[in-house]
């Protein structure tokens, strides 16, 4: 991690070998959460979900202040369902407080805004088992969280893992709340997951459209990023393998890291433009 200096996104397309495990794997995220949106609600300005105001650190503050104070409480009531469901969504509005968006449509995370996801993820695995019934408003922020989150993956095995509880996290929603919107994300996230999954979510996506038109709309964004996830699949295989043979010539193993001085973000290059 690169300190408590702001922490950018797919969009800011610098070298090394980190910033290419990012630009591979959030170059398509881009295309999810933008294409999603602006399908079901059309022209959604995502910079609408963070801040771009100069009080980001007090509001982040003061979620973070109560977040400390429902843990207090959850040293005296561990496992409480209720107050995990709080705990989550606070840390996870004080992360979003201190996340800004450029005029560009540029996205800076900064590091401190990074740790409180990750404390909401973890938070969100102990509510899912404190739970039989997770709360579909809880998840529906939850899985822009995890996307926001898995952009601090350096290997493709821990990118997946987090796009997986996006997904997993997204079904929730849809099993409660079924919408054109829950299923067209649904089919997003699940084509880096299970592509089979992600077809049925599009056919359920396309029974509640309202018209051809909009069937072919669905039909023709949802074709066009299935394009970006098998890309996306097709070079962390390439970087598995290059992996591989990098450990049977005694390198040291890993779970599929970009190697150093490949430029794998191909066609995905500009989307954040």
């Known amino acids: 991690m690169a300190g408590k200096n702001e922490h950018r996104m797919l969009f800011d397309l610098r070298g090394g070998r980190r910033g290419k495990v990012v630009k591979v794997v959030y170059a398509v995220l881009a295309v999810l959460m933008g294409l999603s949106l602006f399908l079901v609600v059309g022209g959604f300005n995502i910079a609408e979900l963070f801040s771009s ?38 840390q996870i509005n004080a992360g979003n407080a201190q996340v800004t968006v450029e005029p560009s449509g540029r996205t800076q995370v900064p590091a401190d805004a990074a740790q409180d996801y990750q404390k909401a993820y973890q938070s969100w695995s102990e509510y899912l088992k404190a739970t039989d019934k997770p709360d579909p408003g809880l998840a529906l922020l939850v899985g ?18 987090r796009i997986e509880s996006a997904t997993e996290a997204q079904q929730i929603v849809t099993a409660q709340r079924p919408s054109l919107n829950a299923w067209t994300t649904l089919a997003f996230y699940a084509y880096f997951t299970d592509p089979e999954l992600a077809e049925e979510a599009r056919a359920e996506a396309k029974k509640l ?43 040291a193993g890993g779970t599929g890291t970009i190697p150093s001085g490949e430029n794998p973000l191909g066609g995905f290059g500009g989307l954040g433009e």
């Open 144 to 161: 822009p969280m995890l996307v926001q989150l898995a952009e601090l993956s350096t290997t493709y095995e821990q990118a997946d893992s």
């Open 209 to 251: 459209a309202n018209n051809k038109s909009e069937r072919e709309a669905i039909d023709k964004q949802l074709d066009e990023f299935k394009k970006n996830s098998d890309r996306y699949r097709s070079e962390k295989v390439k970087a598995e393998k290059a992996e591989e043979a990098a450990e049977k010539g005694g390198g």
């Open 53 to 90: 105001s100069s009080g980001t650190g007090e509001a982040a503050k003061a979620y973070e202040e109560q977040a400390e104070r429902i843990e207090a409480k959850l040293v005296k009531d561990p496992g409480e369902p209720d107050l995990l469901k709080s705990l989550t969504r606070t």
